[in-house]
């Protein structure tokens, strides 16, 4: 009975806090933009990601759940460990406001029991990995470019053919679908870092997996999403609400690819990475000598390291 709430514990704890840090990553650029208040922000990635994660979830539960390491090696014991050590991991994010991704502290975690137990899928390891690259890499490009060339060419066109008032309608509407397009991108990626390993060890099927991880993404991101979101949306540079647009739009479209795929991602770092992109198409390269940018980029190496060192030892202690 203790292990088993224990399990559902290590879920809960793990889920609000991917929901707490992803708040950010999904609303942040249109709360940056003054598109809404913090309430408005939470509220609709608490929906979203429950939406997100129900109905495409499936894939990247089934990665985390039984690629990394094979299913039948991960004991419920191993799983509990492995979600609450990335869970710590995010939480310290948390604490620190700053988004980490819970897509690498999920996989550093894994990897950590699976180094243990002497079983990884190292070419499903190099896959992931290379998408961790190619993601935020690839926002940073669109975003340089979408803030550098169509930004100041779209703004023209709209001051040539509508009203200030039709343009704010506009923008704010479009703000609205992309940043919840993100959410819904949110919870397909990142149900499955609080339930995956708990599915690959037998414990809940992968719908009640599904369930149970986007209702408590939902849950983070109402009780602690405005602490990181200040952090993304005011604290790397200033964004109007057509670069938010931008921004969402790109890492929207870049996670649900990598969701339809069954890759897990780091929607904490493809979102920072798009508000640098357009940053730096503003402001020149000034944003990355930013500190905030410089405290980001160190949790997003951090973490998955402390996920898989608390990881390993905690199987050392309780084998």
């Known amino acids: 009975m203790i292990i088993v709430l224990a399990a559902i514990a290590s879920a809960i704890f793990m889920g609000i806090n991917i929901g707490g840090n992803n708040a950010a990553a999904s609303m942040g650029a249109a709360y940056g933009a003054k598109a809404g208040t913090k309430k408005q922000a939470v509220t609709l990635i608490a929906i979203f990601s429950l939406l997100g994660a129900v109905i495409s979830g499936g894939d990247v539960i089934e990665t985390l759940g039984k690629g990394i390491v094979p299913g039948n090696t991960i004991t419920l014991t191993a799983a509990i460990i492995a979600i609450t050590a990335a869970a710590l991991s995010i939480f310290i994010g948390n604490v620190l406001k700053v988004p980490v991704s819970a897509s690498q502290s999920a996989v550093g975690a894994i990897i950590g029991i699976g180094i243990f ?72 990626n990142n149900a499955a870092n609080a339930v995956g390993p708990l599915v690959g060890a037998g414990f809940i099927d992968q719908t009640t997996g599904t369930i149970m991880g986007g209702i408590a993404l939902g849950v983070g991101a109402m009780l602690i999403g405005g602490r990181v979101l200040q952090t993304i949306g005011t604290e790397i540079t200033e964004l109007c609400t057509i670069r ?49 940018v410089k405290r980001i980029v160190v949790m997003w190496v951090a973490s998955p390291l402390i996920a898989g060192l608390i990881a390993y030892s905690a199987m050392r202690v309780v084998s």
Do not use: M
């Open 244 to 292: 938010a647009v931008f921004i969402e739009a790109i890492a929207a479209i870049i996670v649900h690819v990598a969701s339809y795929s069954g890759i897990p991602v780091a929607l904490g770092q493809i979102v920072p990475a798009a508000v640098i992109g357009i940053g730096c198409a503003n402001e020149g390269i000034n944003t990355i000598r930013n500190g905030t």
């Open 117 to 188: 137990f002497r079983v990884l899928d190292t070419q499903l390891i190099t896959q992931i990995a290379s998408w961790w690259v190619v993601t935020p890499t690839l926002a940073f490009i669109l975003a340089y470019l979408s803030g550098k060339y169509i930004h100041p060419k779209l703004l023209l066109w709209l001051i040539d053919h509508e009203s200030e008032t039709q343009i704010r309608n506009t923008i704010a509407r479009l703000l609205t679908v992309t940043g919840c397009y993100v959410a819904y991108s949110a919870g397909a």
